[in-house]
């Protein structure tokens, strides 16, 4: 469906009509993780926000070439190797494996490429000497420092006076950077810390060079958009921007976008002040009686407009289920009543679909694309549940396609009518919770069982989910109804 894509970008602070430097082809860098530690729901808002984005470009038919790192050499890993009293690659491959684990388990869809920061220290070390030819760069006291000043535009992205950021700025003891706002592209080589070979001298590079030199290496001088946290801003894409642009003269990012924060108790989530909530925990060890779904993580965090905050609370995320049953007990019996009519096709168009879509095409406005969604619900529920209510007041086809095209933008309601199990989980039976994952496992090994006439076996298994509360009906020629006791 054709539509005009607006985003704000946080370099003008407005809404801009978006296209890209070619038709059909976005280019997009988003900051990934420093792999030091497991991720938190911060990481998942911000994942969820750009795979949001990447899938509407998809819709659109753009391709994307999607790009987003892995800083996998950096002061907290080593620090947090030295504790460990293990090599650093050990404490990057377990953080790696954690991430892409996370990433998995929140139906994030893969970038294009995925580099890590240790792949490009050819490439880093190359920007670097181009920006000490230049004189944006010198080298001082064993380290490299980019010249702040000697970037004209320097504080426009994060809309800060040069002045008064300056004013604030101090120099670190060990540092011997001629301005307090100069920062390290190159840290020199100290002892029992990695170091690589480089022509001004061994040691590794600094945060801010890394990104620039990966989005140089696969997206070219100017990306179309650059993403991440808002606490990214300043200094990480400040920095970014300033040392790409110094280096190539060139605008290194048409649109730049940044997500709000997590909260909890209105509180900024972080690590450093402790209050952070791990994503493996909402699937191994949920507050909930049973572990959280990727739809239920997903639907609470597109139920807030992505620039501004979400505060989690335990009943802000119950609210997002009930919701989210809501969705899925309608299109089961959308389904169910589709399937005893003529087989069309979906409709490609309608005032539904085209009010969802420019919802996401308005600044990525995931709030009144669900809207819409329970729009369609609740016209269309009193038809479903009145055989005999003649006829239905929205094409109930456009409603299914509707669901459809949620599914691939929002990442919802992708779990099979047949297996989604909604309602107050305090209702269930005195058996062990089962997770929807578990849930749809067992249903669909029972199948299996019954296709292949084990009937012991599917007696058993479904004996399994009736321990836990869910009872199985089995429906003449199809799938079975599941029902929570």
Request: with cysteine; glycine share 10%.
């Amino acid at each position: 469906m054709a539509v005009t894509i607006s985003l704000y970008n946080s370099l003008s602070r407005q809404s801009e009509p978006f296209h890209p430097q070619e038709e059909g082809l976005v280019k997009m860098y988003v900051c990934g993780v420093t792999v030091y530690d497991d991720c938190h729901l911060g990481h998942a808002r911000s994942q969820m926000v750009f795979d949001t984005l990447h899938r509407l470009f998809l819709e659109t038919g753009h391709t994307v070439l999607y790009v987003r790192n892995i800083t996998d050499i950096d002061d907290k890993i080593i620090r947090k190797a030295a504790e460990a009293g293990v090599p650093i690659e050990e404490i990057t491959r377990t953080y790696i494996d954690s991430f892409s684990r996370d990433m998995g388990r929140l139906g994030i869809l893969p970038p294009l490429h995925e580099p890590r920061a240790t792949e490009f220290l050819s490439p880093m070390i190359a920007l670097i000497d181009r920006l000490l030819g230049s004189g944006a760069a010198y080298r001082a006291g064993g380290d490299v420092y980019f010249r702040v000043r000697s970037f004209d535009g320097y504080g426009e992205l994060s809309h800060q006076v040069l002045g008064e950021l300056r004013s604030g700025a101090r120099i670190e003891p060990g540092e011997a950077k001629e301005d307090p706002l100069d920062f390290v592209l190159w840290k020199g080589a100290k002892p029992g810390e990695p170091s690589y070979p480089a022509p001004f001298g061994a040691g590794r590079p600094g945060w801010h060079i890394e990104c620039s030199a990966m989005s140089l290496h696969y997206l070219g001088p100017t990306l179309d958009l650059h993403g991440g946290g808002m606490d990214l801003l300043f200094p990480h894409h400040e920095n970014e921007r300033a040392q790409s642009e110094a280096a190539t003269g060139k605008t290194f990012a048409r649109t730049w976008m940044h997500n709000g924060f997590v909260t909890t108790s209105q509180t900024k989530m972080s690590k450093s002040l402790g209050n952070t909530r791990r994503i493996r925990a909402f699937f191994e060890d949920s507050p909930f009686p049973e572990p959280v779904t990727r739809e239920w993580l997903r639907y609470f965090f597109l139920g807030t407009h992505y620039r501004g905050p979400v505060d989690f609370t335990e009943g802000g995320l119950a609210a997002a289920k009930n919701a989210l049953d809501g969705l899925h007990q309608c299109r089961a019996l959308l389904l169910e009543r589709l399937a005893s009519l003529p087989i069309e096709a979906d409709p490609q168009e309608g005032s539904l679909l085209k009010a969802f879509m420019e919802a996401l095409a308005s600044d990525l406005d995931t709030p009144v694309a669900l809207s819409v969604l329970h729009g369609a619900k609740s016209r269309i529920n009193p038809w479903l549940s009145s055989p005999t209510s003649g006829e239905p007041p929205v094409d109930p086809r456009e409603v299914r396609a509707l669901f459809r095209l949620a599914e691939r933008t929002l990442g919802i309601l992708t779990t099979p009518a047949s297996l989604w199990v909604g309602g107050d989980k305090s209702e269930k039976g005195g058996g062990a919770a089962l997770s929807q994952e578990e849930i749809e496992r067992l249903v669909l090994s029972r199948e299996e069982a019954r296709k292949a006439r084990d009937f012991k076996r599917a007696d058993a298994l479904r004996d399994e989910l009736r321990a836990a509360g869910i009872v199985l009906e089995d429906q003449p020629g199809g799938s079975p109804r599941i029902r929570r006791i």
